[in-house]
């Protein structure tokens, strides 16, 4: 079965518009990282339909952290911005940390804030990064059940692998699974992603995982987007993985498109 991401944010936003009051998302971009502006592209485009409005503040790639502060402050106070966004990755010199940690947390759409992450980690989500909340969505849809399955996520980061596992050992629907988390220190990486009933991956190495990584009857989720020959394509080797997963989601088309559409509700709830 190929998971497609359309049927689910159709619904996602069909819910949306039943929505009446009007919402402003604030969005920070520094620099021109092309991955940054393809997603920024994707964000106007959902927002356009359910008429959200948003707020960019574009800067050059030699801004200084102090600048850019200043601009987080600003939309902090600002009553008709109700949500904030940095468009990661920024440049090297800049301390995404720190300015993560000045984000108001009431206004902190992806979740990122230490104080939104510690109530995540504890099970209580005030709001769920958007990444993690699409593959929860798609599960949701598909009826994909968590409890007792032994779930293997590969990769740890801070805003698709780590939330995500604190999301799906959650005492709730669409948790109480048995997560493995795996990185790139990871010994006998295939022998764990074979134990998988669902293989999560967000690793960003093109087509990695091959068939070899995956069992018969294994549910896969590619969150992965990377470029390769010009064309977008997942951490998954979809070709030869579809061939024996029990259902896969595709790249384009699957997680991706769940995303942008997951920072909007994240918007409406804050
Ligand atoms: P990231 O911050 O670079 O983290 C990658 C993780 O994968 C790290 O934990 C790393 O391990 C691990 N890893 C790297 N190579 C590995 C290997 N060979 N074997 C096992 N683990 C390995 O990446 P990210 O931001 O989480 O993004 C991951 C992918 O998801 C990218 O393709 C990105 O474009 C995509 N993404 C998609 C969406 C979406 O909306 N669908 C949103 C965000 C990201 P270490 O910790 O040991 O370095």
Redesign the pocket.
Request: charged residues 10%.
């Given at each position: 079965m190929i998971l497609k991401g359309k049927m689910v944010t159709e619904k996602l936003i069909e819910r949306l518009r039943n929505i009446s009051s009007k919402r402003c998302l604030g969005i920070i971009k520094v620099g021109t990282d092309p991955?940054s502006s393809a997603?920024l592209k994707g964000i106007k485009k959902t927002f356009i339909k359910t008429e959200t409005d948003i707020i960019i503040n574009e800067l050059t790639n030699n801004a200084t952290t102090k600048k850019i502060k200043e601009s987080i402050n600003k939309m902090n106070k600002s009553p008709n911005i109700n949500g904030i966004l940095l468009m990661?990755p920024f440049p090297k010199h800049i301390p995404v940390d720190e300015l993560i940690e000045i984000i108001e947390p009431k206004k902190d759409v992806e979740g990122i804030h230490p104080y939104n992450m510690g109530k995540l980690l504890l099970g209580k989500p005030k709001i769920i990064p958007?990444?993690p909340g699409?593959v929860l969505e798609l599960m949701d849809f598909y009826k994909i059940d968590t409890t007792g399955n032994h779930t293997v996520i590969?990769?740890?980061?801070?805003?698709?692998?780590k939330p995500l596992a604190n999301l799906l050992l959650r005492k709730s629907r669409l948790g109480n699974a048995t997560v493995t988390?795996?990185?790139?220190?990871?010994k006998n990486?295939k022998e764990i992603t074979r134990l998988a009933d669902i293989l999560i991956?967000?690793?960003?190495?093109?087509e990695?995982v091959k068939r070899d990584f995956v069992s018969k009857g294994t549910i896969v989720i590619d969150?992965?987007?990377?470029m390769k020959n010009n064309q977008l394509v997942?951490?998954v080797d979809f070709e030869s993985v579809k061939e024996i997963a029990k259902a896969i989601t595709p790249?384009p088309g699957?997680?991706?498109?769940?995303?942008?559409v997951c920072l909007l509700s994240n918007l409406y709830q804050l």
């Open positions: 991955g997603y990661e958007s990444t699409a590969l990769g740890r980061s801070n805003v698709v692998g988390v795996c990185h790139s220190r990871t990486l991956v967000a690793i960003g190495r093109a990695f969150v992965g987007i990377n997942g951490d790249v699957g997680v991706g498109s769940i995303t942008t």
